[in-house]
């Protein structure tokens, strides 16, 4: 036991490497939201734009979406952060990944999203058509407020799936929760920074994954009335 | 007729591919004018009311609506027309997502371009015309079919519609809620607005349409005051259509 503690839960470690951690969850949190925002905005604007089935932006669209959701994020990330420099374009760990996880965000968004759109029933469309609101007043009054909702369930278990991915960019130098704990681990030679690490996606995540189940619970509620 | 027509429809055709709905159908509806609209399954109907505001796109002929021909014109006079040519469907299509209130203040907000106070009274008193102010705050999902088709109807009359398209107004509801839709109907005909109406309630035909037409095969193959159609029909398939479904 005695072992286990000194193991996991050095304290002299943790308070060593506790700053580092720390820094580590903040740039985690930068760069999530970063990509939630950009990777939902994204997504929710392609799933629009298919609304209005022109073929040569749905092609576009779906080669896109089952590109970015076929690949492995992490081959993407050594891809351009150890292929563009080849070809002359540097871009910093942290864009890359922000980059790779907004793109795959995306991909995977807009497939909910447009689920989300082809669920709502044709009658909605005319009606809102019927009374002049016209094809774009549609969707942006009637058909889009159904379709996020629908969506919100599927995505959010999508975002934390994604977010957590922040993770990869420890193979690309970016100065995470996991990039500062196997550093530090390397150095004390202690396997306390790892737990550190786990215990801060604890933090960071739990909260998120219990207001999902929230969520979740009160709209099963409201539609059991 | 005296007066030009309030809604004209002139050789009007409609295909589907190669499938020929609509073949050359002509009809006029003065004003304050109900005509009712009967015909087998799969004759046109529903696809005639659709072209009236162009939910359905013509293959050829001309409507006239109030004079204004709507095949011609911009997007934006589209639009304007389709606030003149009021459409209830069989199945509501009340936006769940909202109240009854907003339901009918919608389109007024948006497409009109009334401001809220403006929208929210326009509603309440046609909320009030249909029986249903006492529901304003209510969701679609919490009344019956029969107050759903009259909040739809109401949503339509909103935005002071001169014709109104009815295709099975009352098809989805329950027969005990028919009466309530129906008589939302009769009240509309005795202010003086003009309806289309594509029904199978002979009983509110015979009782309220000024005329009746028969359709079938893409086109009109009689027309009469109700009394002619229902008590002597002329056309071969009229006479056989009838005596199908009135038994
Ligand atoms: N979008 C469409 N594409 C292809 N065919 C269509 C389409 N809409 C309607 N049709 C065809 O047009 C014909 C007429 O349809 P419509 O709905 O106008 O008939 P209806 O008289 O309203 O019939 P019902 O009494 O069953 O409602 C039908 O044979 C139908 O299959
Ligand atoms: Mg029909």
């Known amino acids: 036991m005695q072992n286990f503690l000194h193991t996991f839960f050095d304290p002299n470690v943790m308070a060593r490497y506790l700053p580092d951690v720390l820094s580590g969850m903040m740039v985690a949190i930068w760069i999530g939201a970063a990509v939630v ?6 997504g929710l604007a392609l799933a629009c734009l298919r609304t209005y089935r022109i073929a040569i932006c749905d092609v576009f669209i779906i080669c896109f979406a089952d590109i970015f959701r076929a690949l492995p994020p992490l081959v993407l990330i050594l891809l351009l952060y150890f292929g563009l420099p080849g070809v002359g374009v540097r871009l910093s760990g ?4 922000f980059v790779v996880l907004s793109l795959t965000l995306a991909a995977f968004a807009e497939e909910i999203f447009w689920a989300g759109f082809s669920s709502i029933e044709k009658g909605q469309w005319e009606a809102g058509i019927s009374t002049g609101l016209g094809f774009g007043g549609t969707l942006v009054y009637v058909a889009l407020p159904q379709a996020v909702r629908l969506a919100i369930p599927p995505l959010v278990n999508r975002v934390l799936a994604i977010t957590k991915m922040t993770a990869l960019g420890s193979v690309i130098g970016v100065l ?7 550093t530090a681990q390397s150095f004390s030679g202690s396997a306390t920074p790892l737990s550190l690490a786990a215990i801060a996606y604890l933090v960071l995540f739990l909260p998120l994954v219990f207001a999902a189940r929230m969520f979740e619970r009160r709209r099963e509620q409201s539609l059991g009335r | 007729m005296v007066s030009r027509p309030m809604l004209e429809i002139v050789s009007l055709q409609k295909c589907f ?14 004003q304050g004018e109900l005509v009712f609209i009967i015909g087998p399954s799969g004759s046109g109907k529903s696809t005639m009311l659709r072209c009236c505001n162009r939910l359905e796109e013509p293959s050829g002929g001309d409507v006239i609506v109030d004079g204004r021909n709507i095949m011609s ?3 934006r006079d589209l639009d304007l027309m389709r606030l003149k040519v009021g459409m209830v469907f069989q199945g509501f299509h009340l936006y769940p997502h909202m109240s009854v209130l907003n339901n009918v203040t919608l389109a007024q907000r948006k497409a009109m371009g009334r401001t809220a106070e403006e929208a929210k009274a326009r509603a309440m ?16 999902a919490q009344l019956s079919g029969g107050q759903q088709q009259r909040v739809a109807i109401a949503r339509a009359l909103a935005l002071d519609p001169l014709v109104m398209l009815f295709d099975e107004p009352t098809s989805a509801l329950d027969p005990e809620l028919v009466g309530s839709v129906l008589a939302v109907m009769k009240d509309l005909k005795a202010k003086g607005m003009t309806m289309l109406v ?6 509110f035909a015979r009782e309220t349409a000024d005329r009746v037409i028969f359709m079938d095969g893409g086109v009109v193959v009689e027309e009469g005051a109700p009394d002619e159609i229902f008590g002597a029909p002329k056309a071969e398939r009229t006479q056989a259509f009838l005596s199908r479904v009135t038994r």
């Not at chain 1, 942290?94 to 990944?97: A, K």
């Open chain 1, 94 to 97: 942290p864009v890359v990944l």
């Open chain 2, 17 to 30: 591919g190669d499938n020929v709905i609509l073949r050359d159908i002509n009809l006029k509806v003065a």
């Open chain 2, 125 to 140: 008193d046609m909320l009030e015309r249909v029986g249903l102010a006492h529901k304003a705050d209510a969701m679609p």
């Open chain 2, 198 to 203: 594509v029904s199978h309630e002979m009983g």
């Open chain 2, 73 to 75: 014109g911009t997007r």
């Open chain 1, 37 to 42: 925002v950009a990777g939902v905005t994204a």
């Open chain 1, 176 to 182: 995470e929760i996991l990039s500062a704990a196997t």
